[in-house]
């Protein structure tokens, strides 16, 4: 009997990880919050991993290091360039430059572990 629960519950835990990984959707996540309704840029990420973004909008750096999927709203509705490096400690990972609820661009991490993802956007016709 204690074989079987362990086996169990082995399987149980297996399932459950299962559940978690596909949890992370490799697209955007909608809200009802109306965040981007405004126009503004926003780079999302989706993700349930620990990772670092370095971030240049228009030749503005900014950082941030944090666990799970973010928004980030870039505060501007035009932009002439975007330069985003994504080091992430575990994946998979997610990103997404949108606005107007219109997707620009997306990268695709390809896997689960320690990996970059980076990408260059320029707004054509600036």
Known sequence: MNKKLKILACLIIFICALTFVSAVSS????????????????LQINTSGKWRLDLVVDGNYSSCETEGSKTINLNTTEIKFVSVTLNQKS????????????????EHSKGNSIETIYFYFEERGK
């Open 27 to 42: 697209s955007p996540t909608e809200t009802n919050d109306n965040s981007n309704d405004d126009g503004n840029y926003t």
């Open 91 to 106: 994946g998979p990972t997610d990103v997404f430059l949108i606005k107007d609820k219109d997707i620009r661009h997306e």
